[in-house]
């Protein structure tokens, strides 16, 4: 469906897309992850064609689009901020895509009740744009998005506005409308959560170019770097150089499952791998700030030696604040990230 190949975006000095390579199947749902400047938006603007490549090529089913205006491309887009039409309701919006492409009236009106009753806000079609909440408008730019049938739908933090709890409750809504219509769709996002709720394949971006790519569950288990687990939320990241099956680290040693590459790397440990017990067992830490999390608590250890470290608990289990506490490490959930960085 698409495919970029070394597609390159220089502002100044500075490549924003570094010499990309990217593919995006049909009916796959690809969401880009990056922090700010990492060139996830430029990468988006690139494919729709509202940001001219410096080089490299775009390619919708095998054509180069470097000659191909925006409206010409097929691409159905969707943006944080909505950019809804205040001065027209709910169906005019929806609507607008299929009358600038000559929809007739019936047609048009049919495909507005489709869409409107599929993105849950059957009978809206006469209500003020600015009547609705930020969920509702939303639904209505995302129907808009999806009314000219996009042969690829793209996404611009598309819940970016929203309060979180509404935030987790789309995020599934849109990934069971997507899988239900084979909707092909390429998404950019700061929100891990977010990305990793809705997509079927994660791209993590770093400095122009991509740092990692696979399922969720690929790259939340296995992070390629020190970069990618800490972009991932992951605090536990320290130097260490592994010998046979343990690692050598600040807090000391820490072991390590399976047959990791041997020499310096840079590991990471799971918070669900650290192991509180008695004082006297394994690294000395006096308990810090604690956040709750339903049923799960995340607890800060300041150790005798070593960075701070976090672990999680069960709620039943949670020591007190100010508490000494041993640590031990769980191998299971340790990994090692052979590239520095």
């Known amino acids: 469906m698409l495919r970029l190949e070394a597609a390159t975006v220089r502002f100044g000095g500075r490549a924003a897309l570094d ?5 995006v199947a049909d ?13 996830k938006s430029t990468l988006l603007r690139a494919v729709a064609g509202l940001q001219p490549l410096d080089g490299g090529k775009v390619l919708l089913d095998g054509v180069d689009q470097r000659n191909v205006p925006v409206h010409r491309r097929g691409l159905g887009l969707m943006f944080q901020d909505h950019q809804l039409f205040p001065h027209r309701d709910v169906a005019e919006n929806v609507g607008f895509g299929l009358r600038m492409r000559g929809a007739r009236s019936a047609e048009r009106d049919g495909r507005v009740a489709e869409l409107l009753d599929l993105v849950g806000l059957p009978g809206a079609g006469r209500r003020a744009v600015a009547a609705l ?16 049938h996009p042969r690829l739908l793209m996404l611009d933090e598309p819940l970016g506005q929203l309060d979180r709890s509404l935030r ?18 390429l998404a950019v996002t700061h929100d891990q959560g977010e990305a990793f709720a809705l997509a079927d394949r994660v791209v993590v971006m770093r400095d122009g170019r991509i740092a990692q790519t696979g399922t969720p569950l690929e790259v939340w288990q296995r992070p390629a770097s020190a970069f990618v687990a800490r972009f991932l939320g992951f605090d536990n990241v320290v130097g260490a150089t592994v010998t046979g099956a343990a690692a050598t680290t600040p807090w000391g040693e820490v072991p390590v499952a399976g047959k990791p590459p041997q020499g ?9 791998g650290v192991r ?15 956040t709750f999390r339903g049923n799960r608590v995340t607890v800060l250890l300041t150790p005798d030696r070593g960075p701070v470290v976090e672990a ?22 340790t990994v090692v990230l052979a590239a520095r960085g």
């Open 276 to 290: 509180l017990g008695a004082p006297g067992d394994g690294l000395r830490c006096v308990v810090g700030v604690r």
């Open 27 to 39: 009916h796959e749902i690809v969401c880009v992850l990056g922090p700010s400047g990492s060139g």
């Open 133 to 148: 909440s930020g969920g509702e408008q939303q639904r209505v730019a995302l129907a808009r998005a999806l009314a000219p």
């Open 264 to 272: 310096r790397c840079d590991l990471l440990v799971r918070p669900a």
């Open 312 to 333: 999680e608990c069960a709620l039943r289990d949670t020591p007190d604040e100010g508490a000494v506490v041993g640590v031990t490490f769980d191998a299971a959930e």
């Open 19 to 23: 010499a990309v390579d990217l593919e």
């Open 168 to 185: 987790e409750r789309l995020v599934v809504e849109l990934r069971t409308l997507f899988a239900r219509l084979g909707t092909t769709v």
